[in-house]
């Protein structure tokens, strides 16, 4: 008698389901990199190839790595925000220029301002893969002992700094 | 789609369509053909409704050259599956990993099957010890012809 | 001008549903003739109007009038005139017009096809078509009107996305719609059964044309777009488990499962509930279909729209439409069980093994398409479940069901006397199993044990598909249209099988580089660039690349693939070669210059794909001579005259 019930009893689970999964965010993705060690990586410097930009530069200290390109329309679009954040000069946030050419990358930053104390060059996107990338821009937050904290997918806003960023980054210690 | 879109946006101009291998493919016959199987088995994360054997994406074509890489290293098909998952996470395997979150989709074919032969079974069964006459005149269906 | 009329004729076309849904409804509970003529009046009304309101945007499409956002979004000057059209419906707002349209469409087919019917239930059936119709109405008019303006007026139009600008755009979205649509009716005469709590075999032999002609659309439909697919994408797939294409392949296996169950029904009134059950769920999933391709909630290529709030607004009406039909169910079902019964080996129980199987099989896509939704709402990750999945999961129900299918058709009802029959299925088994290893063997050379039980099965079903039609004819025996739509449906899903089986497990495929006078092998056959230039089309330039395939020496075809820049959009776009013969097609598509006028190429052998479109067809052309058995169309005015005087009511 009650299994007549049972059709009906789906259709309302799956419209739950339904109802629950219409304002999720489906274009995101979580990174498996989150509270697991920074991929290492030493590449050559934007601005002067002879020298490299490690993550060991960075070891013991809390930063930012800002995955950007020249060809890339959101990263125009929160140079501005970088800048400012960098102006604050609470964390240093590094480069990851991925993909691109550079000398079209040291322009924008010669144009534009640099917001980073060093940047990476990436051209095959190697280290991009490491790092789960998979469009630009993407802004990660690696706390003092060298974990992935957070990832950012999109370009950054003074508003996602202040909500996302800076309360992980109270919660550890910027230096080691 | 949108993805997609943002992918054409930012990587200016990419071919709609397939993607066509430039490199050329691996003299060993067995290395190739885990390479074509393996890059039918990974979604391209760019446009997501391909695989990166197909996608015309710049981030496809990095991975399909990672996996050539990764094959010719001598890594087995479960090291590259490992490789890929730890950095792009379980959303980049189409065919989904057995964990604790996929055993129901996993044993569902099985399932299913055994739950719907036993319900025939058991309607069968009941069936089975009915009278099979034919229902009430008002009832009967004038078919006139045919047995279907 | 215009659109401010079709805009307006929408309008009244949905004030029109309200009254359809009343006096049908009102009209057959209260039993009043008057109010149950006007719904059909109310009918003609609506399609008129919705007619009207269609028209008027396929005019501004002619009129290439920019200042309609939908058709600065979807058209451009240059677009050749009959994709000019096709593209009313080649976005989200007017696909749901054409949707409205074809379900007005069908409506009217029912209020004028329904003499041998009684009025009662026609009504019903008619007030329940008005009530899905006001819903859609609504929809389009609250959220997604294809007649907004743009203002200031664009110059020029976006132009149609690439990929549409081909005749399947013409041809695949209204035949999809239709098979979708056409599943309202029997979905329709379901409640009306439910809301009369009279369930009988007549009743099952209103329903069966209706769902047939439904089916075949749908089959059609779908059909048509993997074809599409296949030569439009050039890559050579004709199937890819993408959500869209689950969302139409699970009401086709409903309705598949509902057309058999109806036989039953009809022949010894039994599986009463059940049939309503699937007439409700394929509907149901009609709907759930354009709920996911136009919400966002699951990741797809072919996907119209992302839009949550459009996609609650059909959720809505998918809980208030599934919900009630079968809250209705809950409660009436327990009135059609029957106390007859058939023995373990019979048609009827054959029947039940194939409606368990088509159900559990779209259970399966069903799950299998919503699983990463599941996971992401409880937060336990995010996961893809793509081809390799499906293709498993959808052969561990199908295979035993095509098992089954051979002894099936020859089952007799009630008791199944295999005795003689037993014989002739003996030796086509047995010619099917030589037949197969000849093919998997000799012929293709060996693949699988997979590939063998896959060609054994497919020349099983078709000779077993052929053994009932051959022995009547030969015997003189008369041959009914059921019959004979029965068979050639089967052979059809035979044709099918072929088809996939043979080009799953023997096609090749290569990447290669090729400039003009370079060769290039792949499964014997030799191809030649033997010419590189431009072209110009209507709206787009290209790059032509002239391959001449050769085999043995001797000239095969030449084929000219080319590699496109729509000047709009700027989108490049590849439109593959093909060589299509019945035994294999050639696939040649150009990826990207290499410099020194080199091409990187694909080159595809795919044996006989064709058959895969063409078994098809050939089932729903099975489909469609099965819904015009004579027994549909006999007015049978005895049963009917006697029925209506018990209930009192003159008959329509």
Known sequence: MWRYLIPVGLLAALVAFFFVGLGRDKETLPSPLIGKPAPQFSLPRVGDPTQNVSTADFAGQAYVLNVWATWCVGCRQEHDTLLEIAGRGEVPIVGLNWKDEMDLAQEWLRRLGNPYVATAFDPEGRVAIDWGVYGAPETFLIDASGKVIYKHVAPMSIDVWEREFLPLLKKTPVRE | MKTCVLAILLLMIVPLGHAIDTAPAFSDPVQQSRYEHLSRELRCLQCRSETIADSNASLAEDLRRQLRELIAAGKSDDEIMTYMTDRYGDYVRYRPAMKSNTWLLWAAPVLFLLAGCIAAFVVIGRKAKLPDDDLPADDRARTGMGDV | ?652
Not at chain 3, 70 to 86: D, G, I, K, Q, W
Not at chain 3, 133 to 161: H, K, M, V, Y
Request: glycine content about 8%.
């Open chain 3, 1 to 652: 001008m215009t659109v401010e009329l079709g805009h307006f004729a929408l309008i009244l076309a949905f004030c029109l549903t309200l009254p359809q849904a009343f006096f049908g409804l009102a009209g057959a509970a209260w039993r009043k003739p008057h109010w149950m003529a006007l719904t059909k009046n109310a009918v003609v009304g609506h399609f008129v109007l919705t007619a009207i309101s269609f028209a008027c945007l396929v005019y501004a499409f002619y009129r290439n009038d920019f200042s309609v956002l939908y058709v600065a979004s979807n058209s451009n000057s240059e677009l050749p005139t009959m994709y000019r059209l096709a593209a009313t419906w080649g976005a989200h707002e007017g696909s749901l017009l054409l949707w409205l349209l074809v379900q007005s469409i069908w409506t009217l087919a029912v209020a004028g096809f329904s003499r041998s019917i009684p009025e009662v239930v026609t009504s019903r059936v008619l007030g329940v078509l008005g009530l899905i119709s006001a819903g859609f109405a609504l929809f389009i008019l609250t959220t997604s009107s294809p007649f907004e303006r743009l203002w200031p007026a664009a110059l020029d139009g976006r132009d149609l996305n690439p990929l549409l600008q081909d005749p399947g755009l013409i041809f695949h979205p209204p035949m999809q719609y239709t098979g979708y649509i056409g599943l309202s009716v029997p979905f329709a005469f379901a409640i009306a059964a439910m809301l009369e709590g009279k369930l009988d075999s007549v009743w099952a032999r209103w329903v069966r044309p209706w769902t047939n002609v439904a089916w075949v659309f749908l089959t059609c439909g779908i059909t048509l777009g993997s074809w599409w697919a296949y030569y439009e994408l050039g890559w050579g797939g004709w199937w890819f488990w993408d959500a869209v294409e689950n969302a139409s392949f699970m009401p086709w296996l409903i309705a598949t499962a509902l057309i058999h169950s109806l036989a039953v029904t009809e022949k010894r009134g039994l599986f009463k509930s059940w049939t309503l059950l699937l007439a409700i769920t394929a509907f149901s999933l009609s709907v759930l279909g354009t709920f996911l391709v136009r919400s966002g909630v699951v990741e797809s290529v072919h996907a119209f729209a992302s839009d949550p709030t459009r996609g609650l607004f059909i959720l809505t009406f998918l809980t208030i439409c599934s919900g009630s039909a079968l809250a209705l169910y809950a409660w009436r079902a327990p009135l059609f069980r029957s106390d007859t019964g058939f023995a373990p080996l019979s048609r009827e129980s054959f029947l039940l093994m194939n409606n368990v199987l088509l159900v559990g099989a779209t259970l399966l896509i069903l799950l299998g398409t919503l699983y990463p939704l599941f996971l992401d709402a409880l937060d336990l990750g995010r996961i893809s479940v793509g081809p390799p999945y499906f293709s498993i999961a959808f052969l561990i129900p199908m295979l035993p069901m095509v098992m089954l299918l051979a002894p099936g058709m020859h089952a007799g009802w009630k008791r199944a006397n295999f005795d003689r029959t037993k014989r002739t299925l003996g030796v086509l088994l047995a010619i099917a199993v030589v037949g197969a290893i000849v093919l998997g063997t000799v012929v293709y050379g060996w693949h699988s044990v997979m590939t063998i039980v896959g060609f054994t099965l497919a020349i099983w079903v078709g000779l077993a598909a052929l053994v009932d039609p051959v022995s009547r004819l030969l015997k003189r025996q008369s041959l009914s249209a059921s019959i004979v739509g029965m068979s050639v449906a089967h052979l059809g899903l035979a044709l099918f099988m072929l088809g996939v089986a043979t080009t799953e497990s023997y096609r090749r495929e290569t990447d290669i580089s090729l400039s003009p006078g370079q060769t290039a092998e792949l499964g014997g056959f030799q191809f030649t660039m033997t010419r590189l230039g431009d072209v110009a089309g209507p709206n787009y330039d290209a790059v032509e690349s002239e391959i001449r395939i050769t085999r043995d020496g001797k000239e095969v075809a030449v084929v000219h693939p080319q590699k496109r820049t729509y000047r709009v959009q700027k989108n490049p776009m590849t439109e593959a070669g093909i060589d299509s013969r019945w035994t294999r097609h050639l696939l040649v598509s150009m990826g990207a210059p290499l410099g020194d006028g080199a091409w990187s190429l694909r080159l595809q052998y795919k044996p006989m794909v064709q058959f895969i479109w063409f078994g098809a067809f050939t089932m729903a052309f099975g489909g469609l001579i099965a819904a015009f058995d004579r027994r549909y169309r006999v007015r049978v005015t005895a049963d009917a005259t006697q029925a209506a005087t018990a209930a009192g009511v003159r008959t329509a």
